[in-house]
């Protein structure tokens, strides 16, 4: 118990430094500016901010943080050391795979195809040994696979952790026109957190160094990864903790299930993909052959959870669309509007106002300009019909704070485009017909 106590306290003061790094605060305001993003994108759908964006930051660093803590005990528990995963391999190639589609800037990606590539080149030396003498394919050689692969499992866990606690926080309703060319309603989930994060780091330094004072020893079993560093005689191998700091992304749609269950679902799935893939990098240190499915496994089994996904959320009936039946689906309620005060639900249908029934939005609004000082809503909910007292003075009408169904008359909606940065650079700067 005093080991794993005092690797604890050291682990979190390491991390704690990563509050000094001004990139952490950098990431704290990239993320801000995301979040900003979305709300503006709220304000021009429907014409009022659902979300507030200074709100969303303090949440996603508060998640941000707890999600540091869950990853760095990984890292440490397996002995993940930065020096050995081929980081000026990843970041380059992952940079240059968003210049294809921005979602592939993930390290499943990347760190797949370097994986495959070093387990090429591997097979290959034995025929063309020469091969040692190219410096870019020497360093990849010179990774540990294990280690790069595993790391890609533990951020990916991560993530499916952060997503499961938070995912469905902040979603924002959408109205979006399907490949069918059905307008929908739905809601876009789109998450970020700044993680604080502790690192290893491999030195190989003399049996009488005084960097030895003041550590920790580890187990007989540790690092469960192994390495690539072999001391020599009177030399020993010496861990040191350092401050890390990274941010995750998530960006998902929910258009027939909501926020809350869709979450669920893609967060067991993904910890379902990183576990699998951990165990894999683990089971190569002892059976060689495995790193092979690994690394296959690190970009398919992303792109699969990415299309499987996709396909799920579109041939299941969706939750709104415009050919809704009687009355008027809620999506989505402002916090602290007078729908909120008055214990309006997402899911609700509005099938009366004031005793009145309508048949179109325009005529709800109608229905609540005419009622304006004394309002009773008629909703249905879970098969219940319930009566709701609303109280919308001194606001305007519409300030009332609900978002609906997109209607078929319905102007301004998302339509989905799959796209290069590439693309629209050439699109950019491309001659135009006069």
Known sequence: MGFWLSISVLMLKTMFLSFLNPFFWIFVFVVFMQYRKVVHMEQKLFGQPINNAWEQTVHSLIYGIIGGVFGSFFLLLLGISLESIGIAYLWPLAILLMLINPRFLCFAYA??????????????????????????????????????????GILHLTESFLIFISGHRGASPIYLKAPSGKLLGGYSMQRFWPLPLMGLLGLIVEESSEAFVGGVSMPEWWPLLGTVMNPAGGEQL?????????VLGYSDLALSSYPHHKRIKT???????????????????????????????????????IKKGNEEEFSRPPLFQAEGGDGLMVMAVVPGSPAANAGLREGDRLIEVSNQRFDSESDFWHLLRINYNHILLKIKRNRKEINLPVRIYPQPVNQLGVILAPGRASGTYVEMKHGSILESIRRRFSPRDS
């Open 111 to 152: 760190g797949g195809l370097i994986s495959v590539a070093s387990i090429a080149i591997r097979y290959l030396l034995p025929y063309w040994p020469e091969l040692t003498e190219i410096v870019l394919l020497k360093g990849l050689l010179e990774i540990h696979l294990p280690s790069l692969l595993a790391l890609i």
């Open 238 to 246: 010496l861990y040191h903790m350092i401050p890390l700091v990274a």
């Open 267 to 305: 967060a067991g799935n993904l910890a379902l993909y990183s576990v699998l893939l951990s165990v894999l990098a683990i089971a190569s240190v002892f059976y060689p052959a495995v790193i092979v499915l690994a690394a296959l496994l690190a970009p398919l089994g992303h792109e699969y959870l």
